[in-house]
Each structure stands twice: as C-alpha cells, then as structure tokens.
C-alpha cells in the first residue's frame, strides 16, 4: 500500500469526523506506516486537499 497525499480516498479513512487523525492505537496501524499516513495527511492538509479539524463552517 503506497500512502501519497494525492490518494485523498485512503487518507480520508483515517480521518473521523470532525477531520481529527485517528490514533495509532486505534487504527492498528505499524508505527513506521503510521508516520507516513500523518506527514501525508498533513501535507494534503497544507496543499488545501483537506481541511484542517475545528474549521467546519469557515
């Protein structure tokens, strides 16, 4: 599995509702794939991808 910011649709999985990252004891994911699931979510967040958690109706 190739975790890239430009997948929004297997990052999306990992966000919950209000955009917040699901923990790694949640998602059960290796801590190495974890580190790279969150440096691409934060970077797909940055390039306006997805949105930041608290702003829902900015």
Known sequence: ???DFRNLALLIRWIDAGYFIIPRQSSKLRLICY???VKQIKLARYLALLPYPGLKGI
């Open 35 to 37: 580190k790279r699931l």
């Open 1 to 3: 599995m190739i975790i």
